[in-house]
């Protein structure tokens, strides 16, 4: 691992049981993380997107060791944490910690801010005495733009921007080195999620901090991140600086969604081609063969279907520049008019739903 690199991923895979209540109702296994291997270097904020269910939640908790990994490695500043107990993990929970989507549920409606926002202290034993606690407090509060002067209120008292402010001042008050922010603002109006944008890339500058930044939205994620790994079920489809991902994206997968954001430039716009994908996401209890985007690919051939493609860095691209796709797409080439090499029953693989109930209950059991 070289020197600037604070946590890196090696093959890390998370399945699910399937069940029904507490019975196993057969072997199957939901694929949610499958292989994820990358890096992230200290002070940098590593983007992570990708359409809903493709595994962003469940990597990061994997990363911040709220979930026991089915298998891979994680290394932590220096430290292998793959398989600590929780108990063993207790002392790196200071220097990693996660938000949030929701700042409000993630908040003791019952305790004031001012408890909340100390609460990490008390677990940890730190700042004992109740007056220096108040005032650590205090210059949380300040630093994340909300008014000291508001301890004693409640959660409810505060706007959804506010909440995420508390969120932060909580998960800063341990001075962490890594922050994992689930869909952070995802939950905000447009304008509240500027100010909490902002917010965050100041306190990075300030205390030197890393992100690793999930959204299901590309132009957030673009906004924020100095490098960008797309994710598709369960696994990573491209990863590279955040510049080259947007400007010359390789995986026709990137391509498609890229092709789906909006423009503000008109004459732009009207230039941009919407490449439309068949079929939905396939299940991830039984994701396809080979590449798991081929019953989906405009691109897709037969060796898609029967060989996995390596994240690599493919010929023309720089080092930094991963794409797990046999036939990246090239530049100016018409996506919006290839056709598949693939026979018909290799396409459009209709999704098994993974019951609701099922999957709610097991978020019970796994989560914290
Ligand atoms: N505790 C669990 N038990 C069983 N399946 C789960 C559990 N948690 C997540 N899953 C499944 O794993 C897959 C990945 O889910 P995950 O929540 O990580 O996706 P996501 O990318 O964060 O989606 P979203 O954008 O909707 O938040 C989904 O198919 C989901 O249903
Ligand atoms: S490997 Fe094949 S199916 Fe997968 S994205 Fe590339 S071209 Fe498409
Ligand atoms: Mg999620």
Partial sequence: MSGDVILSLTDVVKHFPVQSGSIRRNKDVVH??????????????????????CGKSTLARCITRLFDLTSGQIVFDGKDISTLKARD????????QMIF??????????????????EPFVIHGLEREKDAR??????????VGLNPEHYNRFPAEFSGGQRQRIGLARALALKPKLIVCDEPVSALDVSIQAQVLNLLADLQSQLGL???????DLSVVRHVSDRVALMYLGK?????????LYEKPRHPYANALLSAVPTPD?????????????????????????CRFHPRCPKAQQLCVDE??????????????????????????ELITATPQIAEHERIVEPEAVSAETVSELIEKGAP
């Fill in 308 to 333: 996995d493609p390596e994240l690599v860095a493919r010929a023309g691209d720089q080092p930094s520049h991963l794409t797990a796709c046999h036939f990246p797409v090239k530049s100016a080439e």
């Fill in 236 to 244: 990573i489809a491209e990863l590279s600086p955040s510049e080259d």
């Fill in 32 to 53: 949610a993380v499958d292989g994820v291997t990358l890096e992230v270097r200290h002070g940098e904020t590593l983007g992570l997107v990708g359409e809903t269910g």
């Fill in 89 to 96: 993990m207790r002392p790196l929970r200071r220097e990693m």
């Fill in 210 to 216: 890393t992100y690793i930044f999930i959204s299901h």
């Fill in 101 to 118: 989507q929701d700042p409000y549920s993630s908040l003791n409606p019952r305790k004031t801010v001012g408890s909340i926002i100390g």
């Fill in 266 to 290: 008109p004459a732009e716009a009207a230039k941009k081609k919407k490449i439309i994908l068949v079929g939905d996401v396939p299940s991830p209890v039984h994701p396809p063969s080979g």
């Fill in 134 to 143: 108040k005032r650590a407090v205090q210059r949380l509060m300040e630093l």
